[in-house]
């Protein structure tokens, strides 16, 4: 299968120019357009998000993906590498008009796949090891990391907070658990930890 895959990062740009770009490039080749994939969206969208995706996850072996530029794969070198790098695991094509790029089964094209992969990994090393850093610097100078403190134990957090005064109401006046849960719409799991944390002490009998 021969895909043509065209993307403009908006409505005010037409597809129509890629499109003939890789029509005329076909023709000239004497290849055949099988399936045409025309989206309007970001490049700096992960591919995983947008049809190129999905034409990614149903490539075969042999299939050749035609584009007018590397930039209408992604907007950036490391989800450049790493679509190339899917490509050549799948043993597709992927093919570029403006730049000439040809990624097929040649040496060339291995050794570049190499180097996207090995490209790729380094920069997720060097990603994972700026965080961290950055994370040591923010407790070094005595800032917390994470969820605030207390966030947990403050009854916004949960889903009754909401019916608290009813709750409390309910059960002052002797109203079973079985019927507030089934008033409320909840379980009785959920209504227990809840008068438990904020309404204790108070019997959990029903």
Not at 49 to 76: F, M, T
Not at 90 to 108: P, S
């Amino acid at each position: 299968m021969i895909y043509g895959y065209i993307r403009v990062s908006s409505d005010k740009q037409t597809v129509e120019n890629q499109r003939f770009e890789i029509q005329r490039f076909c023709n000239q080749q004497g290849l055949h357009i099988d399936g045409w994939i025309e989206e309007t969206i970001s490049g700096t969208k992960n591919y995983t998000k947008r049809q190129l995706g999905r034409l990614l996850r149903k490539a075969k072996k042999g299939d050749i993906i035609i584009c007018s530029e590397l930039s209408r794969l992604g907007r950036n070198l490391y989800m450049i590498m790493e679509i190339l790098s899917i490509c050549m695991t799948k043993e597709c094509y992927v093919w570029t008009i403006k730049d000439g790029y040809r990624l097929g089964d040649d040496i060339q094209s291995k050794v570049l796949a190499f180097a996207f992969g090995l490209s790729a990994e380094i920069e997720r090393n060097l990603i994972s090891q700026r965080t961290k850093e950055a994370l040591a610097r923010l407790r070094a100078e005595g800032k917390h990391i994470g969820r605030p403190k207390g966030k947990l134990n403050s009854p916004k957090h949960f889903y009754l907070s909401r019916h608290d005064a009813y709750i409390r109401r309910a059960i002052a006046s002797g109203m079973k658990q079985s019927t507030i849960v089934r008033r409320l719409h909840t379980n009785r799991s959920t209504l227990r930890r809840y008068i438990k944390r904020f309404i204790h002490p108070v019997e959990t009998s029903s």
